[in-house]
């Protein structure tokens, strides 16, 4: 009767493995449904972009004036406290509405979910049974839920690090490097990272983030000015 039994519950095991990333989509999207939305952080965003790809990044960090310019959209916004780096990807919503590019980042959202597990799945790929029972509750927790339904950008963050994660644990140089800096100037911590490159004595992965941060940090100076 053990025998059986042990059977099922491994075949069950190798099915949840095999299919982990839609099961993981499909419990977030399920969670959502109990979220309740309030505000949402994306309004930020999208007046940010807006302002910026409109020449009118001067007043970007002017909790005043920005919140009287999402008063003209009927809405409000919050405070924007991110690097100008992070102003500069937000233009890519400035040509859509407010409606239209808030569900666009919820798509592209919901599908860095799916790819963050699927390579997740990767890095655990020798403990199977334990990182079972780890993913299978993280889509559950308030910050992944709110992530989505508030339309913030952790979720491209945590992409971003993992990917460039899994790309130096295969010897890559530059990809990593670069996928690192772009997670580290829309956020700082990311960059926490840097502190293991320099562990394990990777330096020169180390001068291809720090060059890539800097053309970042260029590029949004040349857009908002200095």
Same mark, same amino acid.
């Given at each position: 009767?053990?025998?059986?039994?042990?059977?099922?519950?491994?075949?069950?095991?190798?099915?949840?493995?095999?299919?982990?990333?839609?099961?993981?989509?499909?419990?977030?999207?399920?969670?959502?449904?109990?979220?309740?939305?309030?505000?949402?952080?994306?309004?930020?965003?999208?007046?940010?972009?807006?302002?910026?790809?409109?020449?009118?990044?001067?007043?970007?960090?002017?909790?005043?004036?920005?919140?009287?310019?999402?008063?003209?959209?009927?809405?409000?916004?919050?405070?924007?406290?991110?690097?100008?780096?992070?102003?500069?990807?937000?233009?890519?919503?400035?040509?859509?509405?407010?409606?239209?590019?808030? &569900?666009?980042?919820?798509?592209?959202?919901?599908?860095?979910?799916?790819?963050?597990?699927?390579?997740?799945?990767?890095?655990?790929?020798?403990?199977?049974?334990?990182?079972?029972?780890?993913?299978?509750?993280?889509?559950?927790?308030?910050?992944?839920?709110?992530?989505?339904?508030?339309?913030?950008?952790?979720?491209?963050?945590?992409?971003? &690090?993992?990917?460039?994660?899994?790309?130096?644990?295969?010897?890559?140089?530059?990809?990593?490097?670069?996928?690192?800096?772009?997670?580290?100037?829309?956020?700082?911590?990311?960059?926490?990272?840097?502190?293991?490159?320099?562990?394990?004595?990777?330096?020169?992965?180390?001068?291809?983030?720090?060059?890539?941060?800097?053309?970042?940090?260029?590029?949004?100076?040349?857009?908002?000015?200095?």
């Amino acid at each position: 009767m053990r025998k059986p039994m042990k059977k099922a519950l491994a075949n069950l095991a190798d099915i949840l493995y095999n299919y982990l990333e839609y099961i993981i989509v499909i419990l977030v999207l399920g969670s959502i449904m109990f979220a309740t939305l309030y505000s949402r952080d994306f309004n930020t965003f999208h007046f940010v972009g807006k302002l910026v790809s409109s020449g009118q990044s001067n007043i970007i960090y002017n909790p005043d004036a920005l919140s009287e310019y999402a008063q003209n959209f009927n809405t409000h916004c919050f405070v924007f406290f991110y690097p100008p780096s992070a102003a500069l990807l937000f233009t890519v919503f400035s040509p859509f509405s407010l409606e239209t590019g808030y &569900w666009l980042l919820f798509c592209l959202n919901i599908l860095l979910v799916f790819f963050f597990f699927r390579m997740l799945k990767t890095v655990f790929a020798e403990n199977r049974s334990g990182m079972l029972i780890i993913l299978l509750t993280i889509p559950l927790v308030v910050p992944v839920i709110r992530n989505l339904t508030l339309g913030q950008v952790n979720i491209i963050i945590a992409f971003l &690090w993992l990917a460039s994660y899994v790309l130096y644990s295969r010897d890559k140089r530059v990809l990593p490097s670069f996928l690192l800096a772009m997670a580290t100037m829309i956020k700082i911590y990311p960059g926490v990272m840097v502190l293991v490159l320099l562990r394990n004595k990777r330096y020169r992965e180390i001068l291809y983030f720090a060059g890539f941060c800097l053309l970042i940090a260029l590029a949004a100076a040349a857009v908002m000015g200095p």
